[in-house]
């Protein structure tokens, strides 16, 4: 349950990373186009620029368009997520992952080669790396990363509770502050405020109270919304300014400014750690005051502006200050901002507040670059496997995950089709046979041909469908597939101290190029452009399995080599791990060797007390044969 509510919440914290980048870069050309625009766009508009930001942080999800401004930026760089950060060890294991339900796209020949392609098999091993010196390294990169990701998550999280723990005492203070205040009950004053919310437009119920702990005129609550004044304002106000504050407020009621600040608010909580939600924030709070003003001045007479000016500076200059809390709206602002209002009420005019063909063009253009994803191409599914693929530019693997095969649910026909889009109708069909046909049969393996002249297509010729990597978890169920093959395999050596146990195994399938090159011929014989054949294999290309002891791990390991790539070395080589505190690579010790045909390794941690001697013993029984 607990890796089950981790994995919640690291998906909801990849969400937040992923709309925090993408909102940053939004709020700046929002402030951008704010500035080009701030003498041809009322405040009104103005302030609704700041709608695609919200939006953009509270979508969960936002479709794929060729019009996006992301589309800018470098696919790696807009699709980068902590999760993406936290699993790519595992996923580069298969060079490249696209989930299919039952099916992802890895690379053929990405885990068991010669020692001379371990540069690039580097990139695209997680467990098996056939370097000396360094090998394993992204398995303990990948525990590296996970904790790093934890204590981000965690600093994130610990950020969340504190604002909005914060919040919570501020509102606790604020309903308090509410109820040490007395309603207004004087006739005169509750005629004239029955009058300006008529002005208005206000129609649901608002109390009208004094209270000297909320300094200045706000408003406090949406759902049962109530107008607070201080009793020391009162008095210096004469009615026709008193009826402008009171308009003022009004109008944060009838454009629920409140209802918008808590949802701002909201957002702020899960992007406290970005700066420019922040200024975002900000920024928009002030652009609602001048948009509340305009609303006000929109239903006074002209010659009544210049009064209503004075009246906010007197009220700005003697009893509010800059208040930023969610559950109310005042009239809070900066000397800068002031000068803004000011300018903004001399130079008013009653159209200023109609509908703008600029503004709602600006916002609409705005909404349908930023709220859309950046869209990949067509065919980016086969072109990224194919940039990883360097061993063999042409075979790719589709394979499933023996272990969460049961746990997926089963995909439509319409689902695979938007999994596959932009490839051939004729090869999403054969690959949704395949689909079919291992639902029944899990284990089987498939060899897919594609003629890509035929199908318009830019990735590889050669597919392999079904679970070419084998994983297990219990060293019974590794053994009982061993059993079933034929020529060597790892097992348990007998001096291995008791204390370690089996976490986990892996069986690579042996894939013959021969089965490849007849697939070709069969296709190219029959005229077919995509074509498909069952594989069956009964020996193992490599195979790794892994026992720990507490903190102390031990892998062996194996992989077929060419005779060709194999290096000249007679007896065993022990590489000890570094102990340079400057190297930020994780080390392990490592003990090598080769066969007829075989490269072998044992790989223990840095602190491990298992001495090279004692590696050898282990050696001398870690083979088995069928």
Not at 278 to 293: G, H, V
Not at 401 to 406: F, G, L
Not at 502 to 509: D, H, L, N, P, R
Request: one cysteine or more; aromatic letters at 10%; hydrophobic letters at 40%.
């Amino acid at each position: 349950m607990m890796a089950s509510l981790y994995a919640s919440v690291l998906q909801i914290f990849d969400w937040v990373i992923r709309g925090s980048f993408m909102a940053s870069i939004l709020v700046v050309l929002v402030l951008f186009l704010q500035f080009f625009l701030k003498k041809k766009l009322e405040a009104r508009w103005m302030y609704l620029l700041w709608l695609p930001v919200a939006l953009r942080l509270l979508l969960p999800w936002t479709p794929e368009s060729s019009l996006s401004i992301y589309n800018i930026l470098p696919e790696k760089l807009v699709t980068l997520g902590i999760q993406q950060q936290n699993q790519a060890p595992l996923l580069s294991s298969g060079a490249w992952m696209q989930s299919a339900g039952k099916g992802e796209i890895a690379v053929e020949e990405s885990l068991f080669s010669s020692p001379e392609n371990s540069k690039s098999l580097d990139q695209t091993s997680s467990l098996i790396d056939q370097r000396p010196a360094s090998a394993l390294a992204n398995e303990s990169s990948l525990r590296w990363k996970t904790s790093v990701v934890t204590i981000l998550l965690l600093i994130w999280l610990s950020g969340v509770v504190l604002l909005a723990a914060k919040t919570g005492y501020e509102q606790t203070r604020l309903k308090q502050a509410l109820r040490a205040g007395r309603t207004i009950e004087t006739p005169q004053l509750l005629a004239l405020f029955q009058e300006t919310k008529n002005l208005i437009g206000v129609t649901k119920k608002v109390q009208f109270v004094a209270s000297e702990r909320i300094p200045g005129p706000a408003v406090v609550g949406f759902y049962k919304p109530v107008v607070v004044i201080s009793p020391q304002l009162l008095v210096t106000l004469r009615q026709e300014q008193l009826q402008y504050i009171l308009a003022h407020e009004c109008a944060h009621i009838r454009r629920q400014d409140v209802a918008v600040n808590w949802i701002l608010h909201i957002i702020l909580i899960f992007h406290w750690f970005n700066p420019f939600i922040w200024l975002a924030l900000f920024k928009a709070r002030q652009d609602q005051e001048m948009a509340c003003d305009a609303y006000v001045l929109d239903r006074l007479k002209p010659q009544q502006n210049h009064i209503y000016g004075q009246t906010i500076i007197h009220v700005l200059e003697h009893f509010a200050g800059n208040r930023q809390q969610p559950g109310l709206a005042g009239m809070s602002s900066t000397h800068e901002q002031m000068k803004r209002r000011l300018l903004m009420i001399k130079h008013f005019h009653k159209k200023s507040y109609s509908l703008s063909i600029l503004g709602i063009s600006t916002i609409l253009a705005l909404s349908s670059v930023s709220l859309v994803d950046a869209k990949p191409s067509a065919s980016s599914i086969k072109q990224s496997a194919v940039a990883v693929a360097q061993m063999d530019q042409k075979t790719t693997v589709i394979t499933s995950d023996s272990v969460s095969k049961k746990e997926n649910k089963r995909l439509s026909r319409k689902e695979f089709d938007k999994l596959y889009k932009g490839e051939a109708k004729i090869t999403i069909d054969e690959f949704y046979r395949l689909y079919q046909l291992q639902e029944k049969n899990p284990d089987d393996i498939y060899g897919v041909y594609i003629n890509n002249k035929k199908t318009n297509s830019k990735g590889p010729e050669v597919i392999w469908y079904g679970p070419v990597e084998n994983w297990f978890h219990t060293y019974e169920s590794y053994m009982q597939k061993a059993d079933t093959l034929k020529g060597e395999f790892l097992q348990r050596p007998t001096t291995l101290p008791e204390e370690y146990t089996f976490v986990e195994g892996q069986i690579m399938a042996n894939l013959d190029p021969k089965f490849k090159k007849d697939l070709r011929e069969e296709a190219a014989k029959n005229g077919k452009a995509v074509h498909s054949k069952k594989y069956t294999w009964n020996t193992m290309e490599g195979s790794l399995i892994k026992f720990i002891n507490g903190d102390n791990y031990v892998i062996f390991n194996f992989y077929e080599i060419d005779s060709k790539h194999k290096e000249k070395q007679k007896d065993y080589k022990y590489y000890q791990a570094k102990k340079d505190a400057t190297n930020k690579k994780p080390q392990e010790n490592e003990l090598t060797w080769y066969g007829k045909d075989k490269s072998y390794r044992i790989v223990t941690n840095a602190d491990n007390p298992l001495t090279k001697e004692e590696l050898i013993i282990l050696s001398e029984t870690m083979i088995g044969r069928n």
